[in-house]
């Protein structure tokens, strides 16, 4: 495994199809850790069973049209972080053929400062930039303030917004892009 081009400590590499399991349980994990604390507990539990069951998570890495990728730091043996990247229809939103989104891109808790996130993200231009798209897009929780600055940071803008249906509940989603 390579390390990422300009940062040396983080290896970024593809997951592999029979990687659902282990895949599902980072997600599972990342997405509990990142928004455990402002949604309710019942609505949580319904989401990441659904969202991160090893089968839905294995028919999401047969799709041809979304990628994931694992981030693993020099001393880790499990994956630190992950990124989700989708085109074409496999987009949660239409934003036409020149478009790639970043669907999801996690870190562990304890791993966030330490340049996983800027290895995933430069990952994410770089295939963006492969597959000859020209806007990078996402959506994200507008009271997610730590990954809002750091979309900005990457370039990104607030360009609309969308609704993400959350249990009971209707959050709004910013909708950021940056050109490639």
Partial sequence: MEPNSSRNSVCIRAVEIGEAE???????STFYETFAAGNDEGAMRTYL?????AARIQWELAQPESAFYFAFTVAAEEPVGYLKINVGVAQTEEMGAEAMEIERLYVRGEHHGSGVGAALMERALEEAAKRGKSIVWLGVWEQNHRAVAFYRRSGFEVTGTHIFQFGGEAQTDWIMKRSV
């Fill in 49 to 53: 069973e659904q969202a991160f069951s």
């Fill in 22 to 28: 282990r895949l599902a349980a980072l997600g599972a």
